[in-house]
């Protein structure tokens, strides 16, 4: 094997190992299984000698094979698993081990060009998965490092190419190391594949998703697209909270909600403030029927029109002031409960709008203050469990669009299929979901055909509180449980005189009809597993890189470009180090770093003192050929071309023999 062989086989092997580590940073392999994969990874590497060609078809066949059938059964376990549909994670999961497998079957036995770029291959497949399922920054970095390996092993070979499938040694090669281009054949092999590295990452940064340590802007792109297609629907950042009752909930949106002071209230009050209620779910949303029902009182200090669509509850009845952060408009009034009495402190509040989904407050200028009192709908089990009586003859409290996919109605039954009253069924739901899907503001966008409950469920895994609130009143109304979609403000902030909340505590939760009760709020959202969780918490790496990325001016991206930088600089560190302690070893100057007779013909051929010049399509056997008499250099010709292109190096004798035929023919 020629140094440039044993070059490529390294590069590929580090790539190798690399993927497997960051694939199981990102939770796709096994930990234990890590130590087992690189010792091996380790051992097939060093197998340099020369390969049997029926163990190589037999190892190959075999390995494909073997993951052709994993995958088979992979297929044939999401068929059976039918309707209730499968776990894309697990799924992934699976095939990343199958691709560690096939990796280490054909390693052993690389040795052309083609069978290196079918295990770099390979290795890109398991980094892929790595990036897909990473959702830390430790993955991500590792992700990014595994790349530019990959990159530069894969230039390695690309370059190489012709010389492992058997080209003959081609254009000269000056002493300097120039190619007949002009060109530095050895720092273009390192710099080309770190400097594609560094585009292709930010790219890749830009488009994953925030959750996986990147910027989201397909998600970004994908919610304009799929809210409208004019292209001027906004993310959450600007749009914020719901501070004028709008009649619509958009699950395509996605983004980080603002720090923004919203509403001071007593510390004392609940946690959930309502303010509009949808009605109606499309596939991609909710829509407030406001339209059925409008009644106008005016005053400063008056009773709530009371509403069919939301009735007072039999609960008790509370008083809470509420005070409007300074320079924030809003006409939404904000409760506790259903409103029956509202007082305007400032006198600002001339009357009040009663709507089928929300109250508004009538203003004559921006409102400071405003005294609600509520009626907050009970939420003891043991009155929820007992609650008896008819539901609401309105269908729209169970409205479900026509194409709903059959799984979440059959997920549902399953659920639930051992709760004995409506509140069981409940509390059934908000296990399932907080124990099943992973909370994140930046989940992936559903597609336009796609319904978004049911990518939430069966797809994703992912997402945040509407999606969360969306599943549960969908699931619910399968079953025939009148439900609502419910927007507001929840928990907030403490401070010493009461509760904050800003435009990020905006917040979506359910309320669920109890007969003889009225409609109780359930917050499946609330205990749901953080997406970080996920992802080696306390980890002294994770800390470090997580300050690091606060702490950087561009954060995340500056980060990824230092570490590359960093390994780039790294590496050529180690690869001149390792060509200083290989020039001294032979004391003979290394111009491409391949084999000692290499050398010394690429040395007779460039010294000013050669016999003649050699030609550029000229071939080393014509050139040494036509330079000496018939004969003369048969053998030392011979010793050339199997050190480039034999299975096996020649011995130390025959090249020591060469050199000296190569070096007595510049004294000639």
């Not at 669509?309 to 002031?321: A, C, K, L, N, Y």
Request: aromatic share 6%; hydrophobic share 40%.
């Amino acid at each position: 094997m020629i140094p440039a062989q044993r070059r490529i086989r390294h590069w590929s092997a580090i790539a190798s190992a690399m993927a497997q580590i960051a694939a199981t940073a990102a939770g796709m392999l096994p930990w234990w299984a890590l130590p087992v994969t690189l010792g091996v990874t380790i051992a097939v590497t060093r197998s340099t000698g020369p390969v049997d060609p029926a163990k190589v078809r037999l190892s190959r066949n075999v390995g494909v094979a073997g993951v052709g059938l994993f995958s088979g059964l992979i297929a044939a376990k999401a068929i059976s698993a039918g309707n209730e549909g499968t776990d894309p994670i697990a799924t992934l999961r699976s095939l990343t081990e199958a691709l560690v497998i096939l990796s280490l079957v054909m390693a052993p036995h690389a040795r052309t060009a083609r069978e290196y770029r079918v295990w770099l291959t390979v290795t890109t497949g398991v980094l892929v998965a790595a990036a897909a399922g990473g959702e830390s920054v430790v993955a991500a970095a590792l992700t990014v490092a595994g790349w530019v390996i990959l990159l530069v092993a894969t230039t390695l070979v690309q370059a190489a190419g012709p010389v492992m499938e058997g080209a003959v040694v081609a254009t000269a090669v000056d002493a300097s190391g120039q190619a007949a281009n002009g060109r530095n054949l050895g720092h273009l092999s390192v710099l080309l594949p770190v400097g594609a590295a560094l585009i292709t990452g930010t790219l890749v940064f830009f488009m994953l998703p925030a959750g996986l340590g990147g910027d989201g802007l397909a998600n970004k792109i994908a919610s304009r697209v799929a809210g409208n297609p004019q292209g001027d629907v906004g993310s959450r950042e600007s749009i914020g909270v719901d501070t004028y009752g709008a009649g619509e909930l958009d699950l395509d949106l996605r983004g980080q909600l603002p720090d923004t002071p919203v509403l001071h209230v007593p510390a004392r009050s609940p946690a959930l403030w309502r303010g509009t209620f949808y009605s109606i779910y499309t596939g991609h949303g909710w829509v407030a029927n406001n339209d059925r029902s409008f009644v106008f009182a005016h005053g400063n200090d008056l009773d709530v029109p009371t509403s069919a669509f939301d009735p007072v509850p039999s609960g008790r009845s509370e008083t809470d002031r509420a005070t409007v952060a300074p320079g924030f408009r809003t006409s939404l009034v904000w409760s506790p409960g259903v409103p029956t009495h509202i007082t305007g402190v400032d006198g600002s509040i001339t009357g009040v709008a009663r709507q089928s989904a929300n109250t508004r407050a009538v203003m004559n200028r921006p409102a400071a203050s405003y005294r609600v009192t509520s009626t907050v709908a009970p939420t003891t089990p043991s009155v929820l469990r007992a609650s008896t009586g008819g539901d609401p003859l309105d269908a729209e409290w169970t409205q479900l669009p026509s194409g709903l996919p059959p799984t979440i109605l059959q997920l549902a039954r399953r659920v639930t299929s051992h709760a004995s009253n409506r509140y069981e069924q409940v509390k059934d739901i908000e296990t399932y979901l907080r124990g099943n899907e992973t909370y994140t503001l930046d989940s992936p966008v559903p597609g336009s055909g796609d319904d978004a409950v049911s990518d939430f469920l069966f797809r994703d895994h992912a997402g945040f509180c509407e999606q969360f609130a969306s599943a549960e009143a969908v699931m619910l109304r399968t079953l025939g449980v009148p439900t609502r979609l419910v927007s507001g403000l929840a928990y907030g902030t403490r401070d010493r005189t009461g509760r904050l909340y800003t435009a990020a505590n905006a917040h979506a939760w359910v309320e669920v009809y109890y007969p003889g009760v009225g409609w109780s709020p359930s917050d499946p959202t609330a205990g749901a597993t953080p997406e970080a969780a996920s992802a080696a918490p306390g980890s002294w790496v994770s800390r470090l890189l997580g300050s690091l990325t606060a702490n950087l001016p561009g954060g995340r991206t500056a980060l990824i470009v230092i570490l590359c930088v960093l390994g780039a600089g790294v590496g050529a560190v180690l690869g001149r180090v390792r060509r200083t302690r290989q020039s001294r070893v032979d004391g003979r100057p290394r111009t491409r770093g391949d084999g000692p007779v290499l050398t010394g013909f690429e040395r007779m051929t460039t010294d000013p003192r050669a016999p003649a010049p050699r030609a550029p399509a000229e071939t080393a056997r014509e050139y040494l050929a036509r330079i000496s008499e018939p004969g003369r250099l048969d053998a030392s010709t011979r010793t050339l071309e199997q050190e480039c292109y034999g299975r096996t190096p020649p011995t130390a004798s025959e090249a020591d023999a060469a050199l000296r035929d190569f070096d007595a023919m510049l004294r000639r």
